[in-house]
């Protein structure tokens, strides 16, 4: 097969679809004088959790440079773009989540040891899934997501921490989803990089044009999102696992301005869809503890309880030290909870290392996945 080939696949957790993006790699070298290299690649299965507002599609520049024996799937996570919405609200409470993509690896790894990755809330679940499920797993690798136990420290002691998590309150807001429609979807947008999608909005003007899309008139589109036009029939988590399903495409490189076009098309597609918006959010409407205030009292912040969660895996944390989410100083005892840990830098990359930096990431992941 190509070793740069990726499939959209669905499979069924607990009696909900889950959408993933499946790249097998080469096919095993049984030549004698590669049988070690044969043994390892049989094994490097990658599993990765992506974080919000984002979807599985945001790993495909570091898929395309990581090496290409590596059999690597990335799931939506429930209730994002093409995985369907979880059934109850509290379905998104942590536990449950943990049980979900526990049944999810088990599934797709047919008895292999994996290697997971996550990054934001995909490494909030990555980190008490390989806490409690360690037989699934050879290996951890985060990348800028908080250990819970750490993070929950930094709140009761960090007034930085707590005001870099304010924006959680916008999210968990009873009117968050209007809001954030009136908007345009403002702070998703700031979150990822606002550059980003103004050369969208750019390309797909110009493509509603070329498309001969200039008859629309400006009545009919003035408070319409470009996504929205140029990506209409994509929305339909259902009509997806009719067509899409198994359909296999080359992925380009970071430059690439297609792949890139594409990417936050199927953000925007998934905002603007009433439904995963709300399952999105959900993430946040049931965490287990609530960031407090910036000057939140004393009183306050001693009730914040501390969990102790311990991590035997080997593991690794890449992290881009320009993160506004995350106070770096979310790392510091970090040890005291994951007994066999690496922790490396990236002094100019922020929360999106994994994009930012995919050529960086990738060598460390390989260099410690080796």
């Not at 049989?42 to 059999?71: C, K, Q, R």
Request: glycine content about 4%; some cysteine.
């Amino acid at each position: 097969m190509h070793t740069n080939s990726v499939t959209s696949q669905h499979i069924r957790i607990q009696n909900h679809n889950i959408h993933y993006l499946e790249r097998k790699g080469d096919s095993i070298d049984t030549h004698a004088d590669h049988a070690d290299h044969a043994d390892h690649a049989d094994n490097t299965l990658v599993i990765m959790f992506h974080g919000f507002p984002e979807n599985a599609h945001t790993w495909e520049v570091l898929i395309s440079e990581l090496p290409n024996n590596f059999h690597i799937i990335a799931p939506d996570l429930p209730g994002y773009h093409k995985s369907e919405v979880l059934s109850r609200t509290s379905d998104y409470r942590i536990p449950a989540l943990i049980n979900r993509m526990a049944d999810f690896v088990r599934t797709v790894s047919q008895g292999k040891k994996v290697t997971l990755v996550g990054h934001d809330w995909g490494g909030a679940i990555a980190w008490p899934l390989a806490a409690f499920q360690p037989d699934l797993f050879h290996q951890l690798i985060i990348l800028n997501a908080a250990h819970p136990s750490t993070f929950t420290q930094a709140l009761k002691t960090s007034s930085k921490q707590r005001k870099k998590s304010e924006y959680i309150k916008a999210l968990v807001a009873e009117d968050a989803e209007v809001e954030l429609r009136q908007t345009h979807f403002a702070l998703l947008k700031g979150m990822l990089g606002d550059d980003m999608f103004t050369d969208y909005d750019r390309k797909a003007e110009r493509k509603l044009l070329s498309d001969g899309a200039s008859s629309v008139s400006t009545e009919n589109t003035e408070n319409t999102d470009l996504a929205d036009l140029a990506d209409r029939s994509c929305s339909d988590k259902s009509s997806f696992n009719n067509s899409y399903a198994g359909k296999s495409y080359a992925h380009k490189s970071s430059g690439d301005g297609n792949s890139k076009y594409n990417y936050v098309a199927s953000l925007l597609s998934s905002w603007n869809d009433n439904e995963t918006l709300s399952a999105m959010l959900n993430y946040y409407r049931e965490m287990p503890q609530m960031a407090p205030d910036e000057n939140a009292s004393a009183e306050v912040l001693a009730s914040i309880r501390v969990p102790e969660l311990r991590v035997e895996l080997p593991t690794l944390v890449l992290w881009g030290r320009l993160d506004d989410a995350f106070d770096e100083g979310i790392l510091d005892g970090l040890a005291g909870y994951v007994s066999n840990l690496q922790i490396m830098y990236h002094d100019t990359a922020t929360h999106w290392v994994h994009r930012e930096q995919a050529a960086w990431a990738a060598r460390k992941i390989t260099e410690f996945v080796a």
